[in-house]
């Protein structure tokens, strides 16, 4: 069973114009959610992240939104850029408490994918 | 500052043989994670190290795979025998221990043919 879905798999975009890429959880507990860029050969590099206390969060051209009643959420590039095309995963995480009182993190779930193409 | 590094980062062997894959974190995390991405799937998690004591493993797939972080520092992976499904891309991951969210940095990850 997925418990993080980006259903779709490709996304084209000419450059200039908005990007919005989708994941969807099926997970509750999950309460901090991250995007991260992949370049071909190369590791995940972390992009944004929204805490579940949040609805949105803003960094630049980049914008995640949070709709933790539909279990959804949603990265906004704007403006896309050749330089953004790449494979875009969501993830998500489950905060427990730990012994010293704090919340600690742990393992990343992530979504299948979705390859952004930006044409100039 | 160094990133995450890890060694090799591509590596065929043969069905039955015997793989180790190294991740060095980057230094003072206390958080290492490693995970596969297998057929351009989802990145999955395999397991995760606060220091050198294993916090979650309850993503390795059976006993032929074995994770071992050494005084807390670097880790490996071995792969004991390869079989044909465990080709993928092993990426590590680490993170500092603070209290709440912090994103993981990631390695480039290794990639891992078995033939």
């Known amino acids: 069973d997925q418990q993080v879905k980006q259903n779709s798999p490709s996304l084209s975009v000419q450059e200039g114009r908005i990007s919005i890429l989708n994941c969807d959880y099926t997970n509750s507990m999950f309460d901090y959610f991250l995007w991260y860029k992949k370049y071909p050969a190369e590791g995940p590099t972390f992009l944004i992240s929204i805490s579940s206390i949040k609805d949105k969060n803003e960094d630049g051209r980049f914008t995640v939104f949070l709709n933790k009643s539909a279990k959804h959420l949603s990265l906004h590039i704007v403006p896309s850029q050749p330089g953004d095309s790449a494979v875009y995963f969501c993830a998500a995480s489950v905060g427990t408490f730990s012994n010293a009182g704090g919340t600690s993190y742990g393992k990343l779930t992530f979504g299948q994918g979705t390859i952004l193409t930006v044409h100039p | 500052e160094a990133g995450v590094t890890q060694f090799p980062s591509h590596s065929v062997i043969e069905k039955g043989q015997t793989v180790t894959l190294r991740c060095d974190p980057i230094?003072?995390?206390?958080?290492l994670y490693w995970y596969r991405r297998v057929m351009g799937k989802e990145i999955k998690f395999l397991l995760h190290f606060v220091k050198e004591s294993k916090q979650d493993e309850s993503g390795m797939p059976n006993n032929r795979f074995l994770a071992e972080r050494t005084g807390g520092t670097y880790s490996t992976l071995k792969v004991q025998p390869a079989e044909l499904e465990d080709s993928g891309v092993y990426f590590c991951?680490?993170?500092?221990?603070?209290?709440?969210?912090?994103?993981?940095?990631f390695g480039q990850g290794t990639r891992l043919t078995v033939v």
């Open positions: 230094s003072g995390h206390d958080n």
């Open positions: 991951a680490s993170s500092p221990t603070f209290d709440g969210p912090f994103e993981a940095f």
